[in-house]
């Protein structure tokens, strides 16, 4: 079946290091999202790419990089530049206005 | 910028009550608007959407009608179940006047909380 495979589930992470979040698609969509979500303030897009070795700042993209060298796959690299990392990180795809989400990685700062 | 506006939460109802979860939007153009629902420790499923005004998009007994005089898209259900426990967003497709992109826009999410 398609979808979307984000891992890993949970993720800690100490104070000073990067952590790379993974998302995997085999739906064959152009367009892939990072989305950050906290307590009361919904989603917000920290990334989007269009297409393969393109991609765009979101509303909250600092502390964050990303790359897409690969249509399938667009990982979500959490720098210590980023204050405040403890969230719930979702992935989308899309093609034609259709959405798919990835279920989530939670990560935790200890 | 484009904006999507939730009752804020928790909504508490009993096992068989109306539901409605009033949400509001701001953009230009004409957006599709979409309802997702998000259980416990997962992602975001799509519940229902609508491509223009006046369509109404319904799955699983809920329906949202796009009213474009009013800016409105609220969700409805008229018996909820136990298992309709979880959060639901209200999100808009906005398409970015310099990139020519389409990306979503979320409200803030309502928590619906249904007890037997």
């Known amino acids: 079946d398609g979808g979307i495979t984000q891992s890993p589930k949970y993720l800690f992470r100490k104070e000073g290091q990067n952590v790379t979040l993974s998302c995997e698609q085999n739906l064959n969509h152009d367009a892939m999202y990072w989305y950050r979500q906290d307590p009361g303030q919904g989603l917000r897009l920290i990334y989007y790419?269009?297409?393969?070795?393109?991609?765009q700042k979101g509303d909250i993209a600092e502390g964050y990089s990303v790359s897409r060298e690969k249509k399938e796959s667009f990982p979500l690299t959490v720098t210590s530049a980023q204050k405040n990392p403890t969230a719930f990180y979702l992935c989308a795809s899309s093609l034609a206005g259709g959405y798919t989400f990835g279920s989530g990685t939670r990560l935790t700062v200890v | 910028g484009n904006s999507v506006t939730q009752m804020e939460g928790p909504v508490t109802l009993s096992e068989e009550a109306f539901l409605t979860i009033n949400c509001t939007y701001t953009?230009?153009?004409?957006?599709?608007l979409f309802w997702y629902v998000q259980y416990p420790g997962e992602g975001l499923q799509l519940l229902l959407k609508?491509?223009?005004?006046?369509d109404k998009g319904s799955n699983k007994g809920f329906e949202a009608t796009y009213r474009k005089e009013t800016t409105s898209f609220h969700l409805e259900k008229g018996s909820v179940q136990v298992s309709d426990s979880a959060v639901y967003f209200c999100a808009l497709s906005d398409w970015g006047m310099n990139t020519g992109f389409q990306k979503l826009v979320f409200g803030t999410g309502t928590r619906l909380l249904v007890s037997p």
């Open positions: 790419s269009q297409i393969v070795n393109d991609f």
């Open positions: 953009a230009t153009g004409y957006p599709s």
């Open positions: 609508a491509t223009k005004a006046d």
